[in-house]
């Protein structure tokens, strides 16, 4: 089963930098283990292919790191209510 919250990467099992073998190779050992005819569900099996979906398409990937760095950003900057020596 695939969990929520969990970036596309990580629903395949990659490092954000694979190349495209390794996306390729990450898919098809995670697709296996969710696959619903090995035990898995239909759901975590589309969620592992809209992933490698996402990730295989070079514009598709670009979009999806350039708004995950962003959300990322969002979420480490401080607000106005941290002291300051918690930010250093």
Known sequence: EVAEGLSLYQV????????????????????????????????AFQQVLAAFETLADPVARANYDRRHAAADRARQKPDDSTPAWQTQ
């Open 12 to 43: 395949l099992g990659c490092e954000q930098g694979a190349l495209f073998a390794e996306l390729r190779a990450c898919f098809k050992r995670r697709a296996l283990s969710v696959h619903p005819d090995k035990g898995g569900s239909k759901e």
